[in-house]
């Protein structure tokens, strides 16, 4: 099973900043890496998909990029409603599918 | 516009049986895969299984294979998620997806959109 890794566990940062957000994968992966945000109380929703693509409606501020084992989300420009758990997810060995543990963002 | 939506919340005792529901909407049900995803009370994601609805192809996570049954009835674009003997370690939000490809001649990769949630609590 392909084990993906996530870091920072918890990132704090101020309306405007850069964030960025890194995904690791135990063995390659491809492109085939997705990112997803879940706010609280709500339901998780596809950000980015195949490491690069953004999803639809979502804001040209968050970008990945990434191939193999190493993936980054970056936000560009941090907005109060981007407070959110960022899940990354894995599909190279059909049907087997594994997420990340999350990274948190904190608005401050 | 796609759309899941899931029954609602349940709260059950130790040992009952449980069958929530996810209904599609807005697109081709039966030739698209929908999966099951599992979060724990405050925990990540958990990948449970999937089901083509056209022919009822299933697969499971090794994690969840034997615990649950996933089905569907494509006459009435509902995809099931089913326990036979609830525990306390159960409680958790359901929720359903589709699986969707990202580009043309790409496999179905991607959980796109997602079911509002179920909320199940197993309790004595």
């Known amino acids: 099973e392909i084990v993906l890794t996530q870091s920072p566990a918890t990132l704090s940062l101020s309306p405007g900043e850069r964030a960025t957000l890194s995904c690791r994968a135990s063995q390659s992966v491809g492109i085939y890496l997705g990112w997803y945000q879940q706010k609280p109380g709500q339901a998780p929703r596809l950000l980015i998909y195949?490491?690069?693509n953004r999803a639809t409606g979502i804001p040209a501020r968050f970008s990945g990029r990434g191939s193999g084992t190493d993936f980054t989300l970056t936000i560009s420009s941090l907005e109060p409603e981007d407070c959110a758990v960022y899940y990354c997810q894995q599909r190279s060995n059909w049907p087997g599918i594994t997420f990340g543990p999350g990274t948190k963002v904190d608005i401050k | 516009e796609v759309q899941l939506v899931q029954s609602g919340a349940e709260v059950k005792k130790p040992g009952e049986s449980l069958k929530i529901s996810c209904k599609g909407s807005g697109y081709n049900f039966t030739n698209s895969w929908i999966g099951w995803v599992r979060q724990m009370p405050g925990k990540g994601l958990e990948w449970m299984g999937i089901?083509?609805?056209?022919?009822?192809?299933?697969r499971y996570s090794p994690s969840f294979q034997g615990q649950v049954t996933i089905s569907a009835d494509k006459s009435i674009s509902t995809a099931y998620l089913q326990w036979s003997g609830l525990m306390p370690s159960d409680t958790a939000i359901y929720y359903c997806a589709r699986l969707r490809a990202g580009g043309p001649a790409t496999p179905p990769n991607w959980f796109d959109p997602w079911g509002q949630g179920t909320l199940v609590t197993v309790s004595s």
């Open positions: 089901i083509y609805p056209g022919d009822s192809d299933t």
């Open positions: 195949d490491a690069s």
